[in-house]
T-cell receptor, first 109, second 117 residues
Framework: SQQGEEDPQALSIQEGENATMNCSYK?????LQWYRQNSGRGLVHLIL?????REKHSGRLRVTLDTSKKSSSLLITASRAADTASYFC?????????FGKGNQVVVIP | SQTIHQWPATLVQPVGSPLSLECTVE??????LYWYRQAAGRGLQLLFY??????ISSEVPQNLSASRPQDRQFILSSKKLLLSDSGFYLC????????????????FGSGTQLSVL
């Protein structure tokens, strides 16, 4: 079965607000990654958090991982119109990444 | 960093026609290569992955096949397309030599939007 199910599916916020997305998974993982996809384009890697890490920051991004609950969250602070995209979590296991369905985020200027 | 070249960007094909999508990788050697398909508004489904030349693993039974004739070339093919083959196809590459561990990110091509009519 496909791992990584983001919740909520769609989010619309005003520029400057924070955006939070969640992801749950079902099996043990080595790491969890977040990717961004602009409409009609390929995915771009944002951040990777390893199974022994609980929180990680990269610029305006903050990722948390709770392996006991098998869940992760991605927070984008001070959102910008350019952050409008779909965001996917992906869990790594058995030499491959399994992607979730994605969160569509719309940042209104 | 790596660059993934994927073409064509869009393709419209009739049912029953053949398919060949090509992907080439620059900036690394011996990468793991992947073909994903994305249905509209959905997540990514892994179709094939390869850890080396002529080493292909299929994730789901389907009408498609993949080949890796060179280290940095990955081809997705079909002899006869079905309507259900429509979708957005993405080629991806890992860092070199990651067959044993995958604590690395994937680099994606820009995708091919395939419409089978």
């Amino acid at each position: 079965s496909q791992q990584g199910e983001e919740d909520p599916q769609a989010l619309s916020i005003q520029e400057g607000e924070n955006a939070t997305m969640n992801c749950s998974y079902k099996t043990s993982i080595n790491n969890l990654q977040w990717y961004r996809q602009n409409s009609g384009r390929g995915l771009v890697h944002l951040i990777l958090i390893r199974s022994n890490e609980r929180e990680k920051h990269s610029g305006r991004l903050r990722v948390t991982l709770d392996t006991s609950k098998k869940s992760s969250s991605l927070l984008i602070t001070a959102s910008r119109a350019a952050d409008t995209a779909s965001y996917f979590c992906a869990t790594e296991g058995n030499n491959r990444l399994a992607f979730g369905k994605g969160n569509q985020v719309v940042v209104i200027p | 960093s790596q660059t993934i070249h994927q073409w064509p960007a869009t393709l419209v094909q009739p049912v029953g026609s053949p398919l060949s999508l090509e992907c080439t990788v620059e900036g690394t050697s011996n990468p793991n290569l992947y073909w994903y398909r994305q249905a509209a508004g959905r997540g990514l489904q892994l179709l094939f992955y390869s850890i080396g030349i002529d080493q292909i693993s299929s994730e789901v039974p389907q009408n498609l096949s993949a080949s890796r004739p060179q280290d940095r070339q990955f081809i997705l093919s079909s002899k006869k397309l079905l309507l259900s083959d429509s979708g957005f196809y993405l080629c991806a590459s890992s860092s070199e030599g990651m067959a044993a561990t995958t604590n690395e990110k994937l680099f994606f091509g820009s995708g091919t939007q395939l419409s089978v009519l």
